[in-house]
């Protein structure tokens, strides 16, 4: 390991292991929307929300509970941000929610004034809402990233302005990052000194405290306390199931307590955090090891992520479980070709599983990774692995990974559109 890496390394993990209450892409419109309201004086009335967002955000926005309304869609999200948003507190920005503001948000919500519609030839992650009142029009952009925030303006006064192409320009963990190799992640997580990676403790933290809040109470699919009923607890491939699914029944069920996500994700933070808490608990491991553990599997699936788009067809939390794959080999003391082999397994068991927008679904889908996830640790540590001549295995692991990034950024290119108007057509069906 490079001395001059480290600070990049942890950088990467302050910057992509950060917490969110409820799923980011509704976040970001009602962090947006919260952010319009600061530029308006506190008795203005709002007479209309013009919302305009990208495929993959309004894809991700159609089912997915807004935390604190027990309601879904992005006229929740709108409104939820600007009648109770606090633009200050970023993914956190509806963390606050009072019982008291739910009414007020839905009859908002509800009231026609807030439209929605899908942007068209934008970037691939794009947020605009454009607030009006009788005396002000504030509109406020985002780009690329859940908080990335590049043009805010009142009226004809140009408050913030960033172009597409001076946002490109410059550099990102992300770039640096692919100029890395797995190993070299391995290396990190395994010397550095612990204190300067002391913080991932949060992740575990916030996550199993969503585990617990997922089995005590009634979200979504209740995958984890149903799973908890009918299974035993007392092997780890039923563990691994029944809390991982269990906190992402929580986030996904409008819980207001936070997530602590990977890359933007609540979901992939759950998946590279709670199997390594689970298997660390097992094992009954110090609580150095654990760290470890858990900034290798973090720093593993942000690794992977940074090949993909941040927003596709494809579902991440495959890419987070091969993180908690890694962290786990390093739990039960393998070595570094045990691990590649078991993110080897798993890209030819489960890669491709497809992400039909956000809902209480996603537990399964959480579940299903780790499922593969713990399948693939147990072969590599019996010795098997997939042979190069299989799919989008490469003899150099860094290139597997490459081959995923391809298969999300280009070969899943045309599977949104269709999805989504699969997706719009069932909701008019319903209604």
Known sequence: MENKDVPLFIQALREKVVPA??????????????????????????????????LNIYKNALAVIVPGTGEPGLEVATAAGFLAGDSDKGLKVIADIEPADVEEIITLAESGK????????????????????????????????????????????????QTEQQTSKQPTIDDWLRTK???????????????KISFM????????????????????????????????????????LIYTQAAADARMGGATMPAMTNSGSGNQGI?????????????????????????????????????????????????AAMGSAVGICYLFDEDFEVAQNAINNMVEDSV?????????????????????????VTLAQQGVAIPVSNGLISEDIDQTIRNIGQLASKGMRQTDPEILDIMINNKWRIL
């Open 114 to 161: 807030v439209q929605i519609k899908l942007a068209k030839d934008c970037p691939g992650f794009f947020v605009q809402v454009e607030l009006k009142t009788a005396q002000n029009t504030v509109t406020v952009k985002i780009v690329g990233s859940h908080t990335n925030i590049v043009g805010i303006t009142k009226n004809d006064q140009v408050i913030l302005k």
């Open 181 to 195: 190799k797995l190993r070299d992640i391995w290396d990190f997580s395994r010397e550095v000194p612990l204190e």
């Open 352 to 376: 491709g599983m497809v992400c039909d927008g956000a809902g209480c679904a996603c537990a399964l889908k959480v579940g299903n990774a780790v499922s593969s996830m713990y399948r693939a």
């Open 21 to 54: 209450t409820g799923c980011t892409e509704p976040v970001a419109v009602a962090l947006a929307a919260a952010t319009s309201r600061k530029y308006l004086a506190v008795d203005e009335v709002v007479e209309q929300i013009k919302v305009a967002v990208s």
């Open 271 to 319: 998946t590279a955090t709670i199997p390594v808490y689970v298997v660390a608990q097992r094992q009954k491991v110090e609580q150095e090891k654990f760290i470890r553990a858990l900034a290798l599997s973090h720093l593993v699936a942000i690794y992977i992520h940074s090949f993909l788009p941040v927003l596709s067809a494809f579902c991440a939390a495959d890419s």
């Open 201 to 240: 403790q949060k992740a575990a933290e916030l996550n199993v405290a969503l585990a617990n809040e997922g089995l005590k109470n009634m979200y979504g699919l209740q995958s984890g306390r149903k799973l908890q009923q009918a299974m035993s607890e007392d092997t780890l491939d039923h563990q691994l």
